[in-house]
């Protein structure tokens, strides 16, 4: 007789963290090789997740394939922990892996990540994982993946350079805006996914390994720690992030972070930090709590206060 305790139970017919061990086992060889050869695009058999494609699959394969019970699990959304795509993620793998999540980002030992970096700077022994669309930097320049894939093994590229040549001709700047390229090690030009120009210098002599992946296009690649990574630019027109000056959060105070900015039914507008796990440790600092709060890539005087 099929009990209602029975039915409720929690199904069990998968392997820990739902990849079985072959999966597993050439998803670390792939991360190992990228680390290897850092920024290069190494090719791995993407599994079905019960995730659509596009959605994630990517950083989310790499994160099930790292994550042990001892691990400590963050996911956000284009720096929000809130959002439907990074509580389901959360959600997901708390169930496969019984791992205990954070939404403080010097807590977690892996950061899944959706087109954000958090704005505290990460340390050694922490993991980015950042989900990818597009792997390929050239693809605007060369739509062949083939003919990119020659020019990625001749370092040949001086398309991409006449891109960026063009753009400064054409509005005496460089438009490029997220997924800004970059070179990494002096040697591969990578895609950072599509994180704003904000975030693309945290990746330069970093202390933690960040590993990129697209689930959709099969390809994953990494950055180690301490290895260069400069966004390309011409020695007189330099590379710039986006301007936050003068934008304070409206519910911390903050300045000089990353801001979204919230129109008003006025016409006015609005800015809040964009990392809200980073908002939310502020908050409970002026509220007297104690709360740990690392440093930033870029300086803001209310870590002096």
Known sequence: MTTLAALAHTRQDYSYAFLDEFAKRELRRRILKGIAIPGYQVPYASREL???????????????????????????????????????????????????????????????????????????????????????????????????????ADADYALMWLDLYEQYVRHRALTGGANYPVMVHGRYLMAPSPIPRWDTPMLNQAAHLTLLSAGREKRLYAVPPYTDVRPLAFTDVPFRVEDQTGRVCAQTGATNKFMNEVPQPDGSSQFVLSDTGYAEKLLRRARGEPVEIGETFYYSAEHDA
């Open 50 to 152: 019960p995730i659509a494609r596009g959605w994630g699959t990517g950083g989310l394969q790499v994160t099930l394939s790292l994550v042990g019970p001892r691990d400590v699990v963050k996911v956000i959304d284009q720096g929000a922990d809130d959002s439907v795509n990074a509580a389901n993620l959360r959600r997901f793998i708390a169930r496969v892996a019984s791992v205990e999540t954070t939404t403080d980002a010097l807590r977690a030992t892996i950061i899944q990540s959706r087109h954000r970096f958090p704005e505290e700077r990460l340390r050694e022994e922490q993991a980015l994982v950042l989900q990818v669309p597009y792997p390929e930097p050239l693809i605007a320049v060369q739509p062949s993946f083939s003919a990119a894939r020659q020019m990625h």
